[in-house]
């Protein structure tokens, strides 16, 4: 009952957002423009409004405003995708243009936001040199590093952070905080989009919000890779709602438009083993026995072999195997625990690490789904 109010209220939103992106798009730049799927993006964040041939030196952007739309600030290249001179190769997954930061470099844009909400932007992100790269967002006061130096898949990433509007207009900034030897390395940024999130609540049934990850960030058009959900996000600013990525790496968030998933509409995908966890703190109550139950699965994307799923609640755990054949199969396993306190922290992560059976280059792994903890009654 509760869920079918927040999905009429979602479609509800979407549906007047999509009347008002209508005029925007010939009205006022703050506006959000729309894509034919209903994806928002920034104004010009697929990069594909050309500069002024006056504002471009080869690839390198001169002026604050060279780039339509944003505002830059120093080393920043416009740049088409594909094969480039030397030897590089620029994945750019959306339309034909994309962004690189060089040492030091940042692009920002305000835009216009409803404060206290929660947003996820989505982005293609990706390095170019072979270096220790960060990409900083940062919507003040929050801010954020996304570590680039894990190539998650060969043709490219996509990024989502999450982040909660203090106020009616805020700016959106991608810094390079970096400083290499070539000034030109540095991060490509592609096809900045945003979605409004409404947390889910626990219920009755279930102490897990958001249990099925059915709300979550954006996916890009022609992505078909899942979007990667950065490392050290907090539950309450998370661009999944509820749910804590811990430790190193990224957690991918898949659909089941391009992914086999075991329920509903989305799942995650545990893509880099024990160095990326996930994780939700529970309201409980000490002493009392609780039964955490989820599935397990592969996403059918050729991720092929023995994996395991260790899953931990209070001082209780369990470590479930799953044999994928990469066909998109899946299990439920259970794991009884007792709180200790008030507070109860669930956390999700896998044993190995997997890449796919054509593609070593690109990571993989078990895929989580239906989480659900309910008090067992005596
Ligand atoms: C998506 O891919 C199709 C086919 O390759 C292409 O025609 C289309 O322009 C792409 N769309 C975007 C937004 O990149
Ligand atoms: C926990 O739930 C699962 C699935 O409903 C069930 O099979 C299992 O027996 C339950 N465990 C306990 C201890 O109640």
Redesign the pocket.
Known sequence: MFFSLKKNEAFFVETLLFIIAHFCIFSSFLCLTLDSTLIWYLPNGDFEELPKPTNLKKTVLVGKHALPKWEINGFVEFIAGGPQPGGMFFPVSHGVHAIRLGNEASISQAITVKPGALYALTFGASRTCAQDEVLRVSVPPQSGDLPLQTLYDINGDTYAWGFRAKTNIVTVTFHNPGVQEDPACGPLIDAVAIKELYPPMPTRDNLVKNPGFEEGPHRLVNTTNGVLLPPRQEDLTSPLPGWIIESLKAVKFIDAKHFNVPYGHAAVELVAGRESAIAQILRTVPNK?Y???FTIGDAKNGCHGSMRVEAFAGKDTVAVPFESKGKGGFK?A???FKAIAARTRITFFSTFYHTKINDFGSLCGPVLDEV?V?S?RF
Request: aromatic share 0%; no cysteine.
């Open positions: 026995e039964n955490l139950t439920s259970s794991l009884k659900r309910l067992i």
